[in-house]
């Protein structure tokens, strides 16, 4: 039901709105004439019509994001490795204006209204882009700073901060981890102090990605001095503002096009207004917002495992050593095999979790074993293909030395591994309590 409502609104969208006409070759402009006139050519498999989540509408919409990936992003990304960022207003600017920063977003806000399952395709097709930098940085800006706005902020905050993220015209960050609180999230220092109409806030956030060039930042901050989990809220807070401040970009193994920053806070006032939904519920919100997070980090590394395999296939294949193909050799067909085998399973996890996320269930469980597998399997894949490359894997001529670096953050970032583990645990009743 929510499936064909999403669909008749996607055919209404796309038939109403004229805000894509920065190119008509791209964007969900051209994807009406893929969902009027009803057959979608070659990137729609022919198993759409028995795909467990995803229409021919999924597969249209996926396939118009490929071409903005072919044209407007990949051409480019040896350059902004290399230069440690990437174009973020510029890029978003092209796809907020293409629909795909707000796909389940509220259409009032510039989004298209679609279920979660439209996000979680646009995940998958952005794990075709060449490195694990850019997809980090638009998946930050859709599905991990502005859940908790759409649907707990009030009008007037997402008029000013939700519709110019959808569409591209301002860039947003997250600011939950600190140099001293990353798994433990309870554990923040950022303070809030209310002082008549405004919050003054006071401490620093680390690890903020698109920090550097971010217009606004989802910003966790204690609110009162009181237990733990209950005292915590979420603020939208401009980066121009007085006392914020970039104290540096930080260099990593991995993810080079994405800027990463540490930001500090020094008697910055907010208006009360600037605070998402209500006081003291930031952390719940946090939580659900890691959710929709988890989702789109597997998907969208479940394409770029699939690829990282493919690639390797094709090398292994023209590659010979001891007058046969790498691939020939049982040992290396049979891994690859394996490995492809677990890539479906992940998947099968991933798209039963958001058939069953977008029916409107709580998901945690199975979202956390996604993330917690999605890690795992990334750093199999990643050192198993490598190896299979020999020295070309060595290189940084290849993907999947980036892919071998990039990936490791999975097992890091938006909760460790073990974080995982203990989420998973609660829901299991098997963790021990205090
Ligand atoms: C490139 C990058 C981008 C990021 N982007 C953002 C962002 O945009 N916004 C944001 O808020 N944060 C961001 N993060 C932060 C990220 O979410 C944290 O790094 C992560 O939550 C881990 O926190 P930590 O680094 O403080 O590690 P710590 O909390 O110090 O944990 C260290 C290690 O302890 C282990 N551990 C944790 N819990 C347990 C446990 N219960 N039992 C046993 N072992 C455990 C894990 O192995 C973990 O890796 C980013 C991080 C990176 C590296």
Same mark, same amino acid.
Request: glycine share 12%; charged share 20%.
């Given at each position: 039901m929510a499936l064909r409502e999403g669909t008749l609104r996607l055919n209404l969208l796309l038939n109403s709105r004229n805000v894509y006409r920065f190119n008509s070759s791209v964007g969900v402009r051209s994807l009406s004439d893929n969902v009027s006139s009803k057959p979608v050519t070659s990137s729609a498999p022919e198993i759409a019509g028995d795909h467990l989540i995803y229409t021919q509408e999924h597969f249209a919409l996926k396939k118009s994001l490929r071409k903005i990936?072919?044209?407007?992003?990949?051409?480019? *990304?040896?350059? %902004?490795?290399?230069?440690?960022?990437?174009?973020?207003?510029?890029?978003?600017?092209?796809?907020?204006?293409?629909?795909?920063?707000?796909v389940n977003k509220p259409v009032e806000y510039g989004g298209l209204g679609l279920d979660y399952s439209y996000s979680l395709a646009v995940a998958e097709e952005l794990g075709n882009i060449r490195c694990g930098g850019i997809p980090m940085a638009i998946g930050v800006q859709t599905d991990m700073t502005t859940p908790a706005l759409a649907r707990f902020g009030s009008a007037e905050l997402k008029q000013e901060f939700l519709l110019p993220s959808i569409m591209g015209d301002k860039v947003a960050c997250l600011g939950v981890s600190e140099v001293g609180a990353g798994s433990d999230v309870s554990s923040i220092m950022t303070k809030a102090v209310r002082k008549?109409?405004?919050? *003054?806030? /006071?401490?620093?956030?680390? %690890?903020?990605? /698109?920090?550097?060039?971010?217009? %606004?930042?989802?910003?966790?901050?204690?609110?009162?001095?009181?237990?733990?989990?209950? /005292?915590?809220?979420?603020?939208? *807070?401009?980066?121009?503002?007085?006392? *914020?401040?970039?104290?540096?970009?930080?260099?990593?193994?991995?993810? %080079?096009?994405s800027d990463t920053a540490e930001v500090f806070f020094d008697d910055v006032r907010v208006p009360c207004k600037n605070i998402i939904g209500k006081e003291g519920m930031g952390f719940t919100y946090q939580m659900l917002q890691f959710q929709e997070e988890r989702l789109w980090a597997v998907a969208n590394i479940l394409t770029m495992m699939e690829n990282i395999i493919l690639e390797t296939i094709q090398y292994t294949r023209q590659r010979k050593i001891f007058k046969r193909p790498v691939l020939h050799h049982q040992a290396v067909h049979f891994r690859l095999a394996e490995l492809q085998t677990e890539v479906e399973l992940l998947r099968a996890l991933l798209h039963s979790a958001t058939a069953l996320y977008i029916k409107g269930n709580d998901v945690t469980k199975l979202a956390s074993m996604a993330k917690l597998k999605g890690g795992r399997l990334a750093r199999e894949i990643g050192d198993s293909c490598l190896q299979f490359w020999g020295g070309m894997g060595f290189t940084s001529d290849v993907l999947v030395s980036r892919f071998y670096r990039d990936s490791r953050l999975m097992s890091i970032g938006g909760g460790a591994d073990e974080v995982m583990l203990g989420i998973i645990c609660k829901y299991m009743d098997t963790l021990p309590k205090n």
């Open positions: 990936i072919d044209q407007d992003i990949n051409p480019y *990304v040896e350059q %902004w490795e290399a230069e440690g960022i990437f174009p973020a207003h510029k890029i978003f600017k092209i796809l907020g204006s293409a629909g795909f920063l707000g008549g109409d405004e919050y *003054v806030i /006071n401490g620093g956030k680390m %690890w903020t990605t /698109n920090g550097t060039q971010a217009d %606004w930042i989802c910003l966790l901050a204690n609110t009162s001095d009181g237990p733990p989990h209950r /005292n915590k809220s979420l603020f939208c *807070v401009p980066m121009n503002l007085p006392g *914020v401040q970039i104290a540096r970009k930080i260099e990593k193994l991995g993810m %080079w096009s």
